[in-house]
């Protein structure tokens, strides 16, 4: 079965500090890849995907991920991070052609300021 | 306009209860999902419905039935509610089998007394 590891639960960051959020997959064919964000109290949000193409991917507020096939992951970054990026991550993948996808645990991000 | 929309925000009940929460999607999207979100943020699918049809069925007690009037809407509805069904339940809908990601509703957080 197909799973997705976030490897980080909690991190906790100052304003202006980089961040690295790791998502690892285990399916070995074709994938989209997603990172959804939620804000406290709120519901998830597309922050960026990838299908194809350039494995750079960059999303809205600053966000970038980085496919890397070789290595199963898919690792979402930003240089410098916000007091308002504090929320919860969740990395997503589904196999081509199913409806599915099987989400990562989260990983919860507090920016203090 | 709210794309995918959940009633009610808030739902709180005593054991032993039947309820209902709904959910409408305008998007035209083919593919709904009901997801549990638990206390600590872990993102359970329970059910996903393709065009009105079941298409994957989590373990799930057979309290929870969800029903599809049509392709804009998936109701789920709860019989004889026990503590451990506190939770917020998200719906999604998912329009491109290729490409797309899904959108989710605002939630419906239960507390069950």
């Known amino acids: 079965a197909q799973s997705v590891s976030q490897h980080n639960h909690h991190v906790i960051l100052s304003e202006a500090a980089s961040l690295e959020l790791g998502c690892n997959y285990s399916?070995?064919?074709?994938?989209?890849l997603f990172w959804y964000v939620q804000y406290p109290g709120q519901h998830l949000q597309l922050l960026l995907k990838?299908?194809?193409?350039?494995?750079l991917v960059k999303g809205i507020k600053g966000f970038e991920a980085e496919f890397i096939k070789s290595k199963f992951s898919f690792n979402l970054r930003k240089p410098s991070v916000q007091w308002s990026d504090t929320a919860e991550y969740f990395c997503?993948?589904?196999?081509?052609?199913?409806?599915?996808?099987?989400f990562g645990r989260g990983t919860s991000l507090i920016v203090h300021p | 306009d709210t794309a995918v929309s959940q009633t009610p925000k808030y739902l709180v009940t005593q054991m032993g209860n039947d309820k209902s929460i709904k959910c409408e999607q305008n998007?035209?999207?083919?593919?709904m999902y009901w997801y549990k979100q638990d206390s600590k943020k872990f993102l359970k699918i329970m059910f996903s419905?393709?065009?009105?049809?079941?298409?994957i069925n989590e373990t799930v007690p057979n309290r929870f039935s969800p029903k599809s009037p049509d392709k804009a809407h998936l109701n789920l509805h709860i019989n004889s509610l026990e503590l451990g069904d506190s939770a917020v339940y998200f719906c999604?809908?998912?329009?491109?089998?290729?490409?797309?990601?899904?959108?989710f509703g605002p939630g419906t957080r239960l507390t069950v007394l």
């Open positions: 997503a993948v589904r196999r081509g052609g199913s409806y599915i996808p099987t």
């Open positions: 399916y070995g064919g074709t994938v989209n």
């Open positions: 990838y299908f194809s193409g350039d494995p």
């Open positions: 998007l035209g999207h083919d593919t």
């Open positions: 419905y393709n065009n009105k049809e079941l298409i």
């Open positions: 999604a809908s998912f329009g491109d089998r290729g490409s797309g990601e899904q959108f």
